[in-house]
């Protein structure tokens, strides 16, 4: 069960870091979808190595609590890190006869505190921190077959970060929520950063 979820959580990952830049929703040169493909990477990579190789469901039990903490560092592509701390907790379930997984529900409740994070966008480098952090949430219903989310499955990001780079030197806030398809792959990206709407699908 555990690498079934991990693997829920990369081919998310993978969907995200394939979207293709849009003009239309940069700020000055930085890509919005850069930027919010940094912050997700970075909560999932948390996700993923705070339940790394460990049990969530004890045999034996129909229903078990699950809460983990999680204390994880993503380092930048051009140096820095993205610190991510907080909690996974939820319940899983399984059939007392068969041991057959029956769902679950995941919460997600992380801050994301950035450091000196540096990362390409459009040929420059730029970089990230937190003003002063960002915080993450999520819901996800995990359905019997393991491989699909229940409907509104997803996460929030909500804060600020500063980037700066060639003649660039901002403060962006952003409040956005990413919604997983029901199969599992792909969803929708909408609400705001740096005052401006996103919306897009992956």
């Keep these: 069960m555990t690498k079934t979820l991990v693997l829920l959580f990369i081919i998310a990952l993978t969907a995200m870091m394939g979207c293709k830049k849009d003009k239309s929703e940069n700020i000055g040169s930085v890509d919005n979808r ?17 339940i790394s190789g460990k ?8 229903s078990y609590p699950i809460n983990v903490s999680i204390t994880s560092t993503m380092q930048g592509p051009e140096g820095g890190t993205i610190q991510v701390l907080g909690n996974i907790t939820g319940t899983m379930s399984i059939d007392d006869e068969t041991g057959s997984f029956l769902g679950g529900t995941l919460l997600l409740g ?28 999520g819901t996800f219903t995990v359905q019997p077959d ?14 600020g970060v500063q980037v700066t780079g060639p003649e ?15 199969t599992g792959t792909g969803g929708t990206v909408s609400g705001t950063i740096g005052g401006e709407q996103v919306n897009y699908t992956f």
Excluded: R, W
Excluded at 55 to 62: A, M, N, Q, R, V
Excluded at 121 to 126: A, D, L, V
Excluded at 146 to 159: D, E, L, V
């Design 34 to 50: 850069v930027l919010i493909n940094e912050i997700f990477k970075a909560g999932m990579t948390g996700y993923s190595s705070g």
């Design 55 to 62: 049990s969530l469901i004890k045999s034996g039990e129909s």
């Design 110 to 137: 992380l801050t994301e505190s950035i450091s000196d994070y540096a990362f390409i966008c459009n040929g420059q480098k730029y970089t990230m921190n937190g003003a002063p952090n960002l915080s993450l949430t």
């Design 146 to 159: 393991g491989a699909s989310f229940g409907t509104a499955s997803g996460m929030h990001f909500g804060g």
């Design 168 to 182: 660039y030197d901002q403060t962006i806030n952003m409040d956005i929520t990413i919604i997983l398809n029901t």
